[in-house]
């Protein structure tokens, strides 16, 4: 996987984080917890990666931490918060805070997950997460990013973002039209993003001159996404059923209503950009 280097306003964060990281890695060093860099933060990482912006910012910085052993991971929180100077959230077991209030969110995955993807603990307020895909995405392999030549970490690739955003949009849709339009953002510059990998390993999918760029890289987006779920049959059933849910009447397509928020265009246009994504997925 490749190396990305970007500095703190590519990432569209302060550079006073780097005391946070700083502190992050020791304890991730520590108890020899790989881990890596996943939401709104990894998806600012591809956007300035490619000198491009995403169109809202958030606050909260999460990680993906690989742990087979709860007690491990209790003993990382006890350590950030009595060695480190974070601070335990009350709203949320798998939530510290940092000095200036920034969330950080430590999402465990791995052997402590149940059957269902699931991870519970004891704590106050928000105690068990619904882990799909996150092993799987890891698994499929990770880039790397370099930041400020200070901090060196992995992070979520673009199709294992979306990928994340369809179940979080699927797990609470009455609360997560953001991950929606994150989704809508990524595939309104994925050509320009992916072209490269586009030419070179998708040149299938060019028939002529006057082919929608837009379409294609959705369909490539669509494969790639498959890479990763179909190393789990309930996770590619999972995706698949989101996709057929939003694609099969045009109407009641909740998914391609919310990317119109953004973009202008009609349902039928984000239709039919999803019916490229699932084309792409059963491939």
Excluded at 90 to 96: G, I, Q
Excluded at 104 to 115: K, T, W
Excluded at 256 to 274: H, K, P, Q, Y
């Amino acid at each position: 996987m490749n190396t990305y280097n970007l500095n703190y306003s590519q990432l569209r964060q302060n550079s006073t984080i780097t005391e946070m990281l700083s502190a992050l890695e020791r304890g991730l060093e520590k108890f020899s917890i790989d881990f890596y860099l996943v939401g709104a933060v990894a998806r600012d990482a591809w956007m300035g990666i490619h000198n491009k912006q995403a169109r809202r910012t958030t606050g909260d910085i999460d990680f993906a931490v690989l742990i087979n052993n709860m007690s491990v991971y209790e003993a990382l929180k006890d350590y950030l918060i009595q060695v480190e100077s974070f601070s335990p959230s009350k709203e949320n077991a798998f939530v510290l805070i940092w000095k200036d209030q920034t969330e950080v969110d430590l999402m465990p995955f791995g052997a402590i997950e149940d059957h269902d993807g699931k991870v519970s603990m004891e704590g106050v307020g928000f105690t068990s997460l619904q882990m799909p895909g996150f092993s799987e995405i890891y698994e499929e392999g990770l880039p790397q990013l370099v930041l400020e030549n200070s901090h060196k970490f992995k992070f979520c690739t673009l199709p294992g973002i979306v990928l994340l955003k369809f179940i979080a949009w699927d797990d609470r849709p009455e609360r997560r039209r953001k991950d929606i339009k994150d989704i809508s953002d990524i595939l309104h510059h994925f050509f320009d993003m992916y072209d490269e990998q586009i030419w070179e390993n998708h040149n299938d999918l060019f028939e002529d001159e006057n082919d929608n760029l837009k379409h294609i890289a959705a369909q490539v987006m669509g494969r790639e996404i498959s890479k990763i779920a179909k190393r789990n049959e309930k996770l590619f059933n999972r995706i698949s059923t989101i996709l057929n849910n939003n694609t099969d009447d045009v109407a009641n397509s909740r998914i391609a209503t919310i990317m119109t928020e953004d973009f202008g265009n009609s349902v039928e246009d984000n239709v039919l950009l999803l019916r490229q994504l699932k084309q792409g997925l059963k491939e």
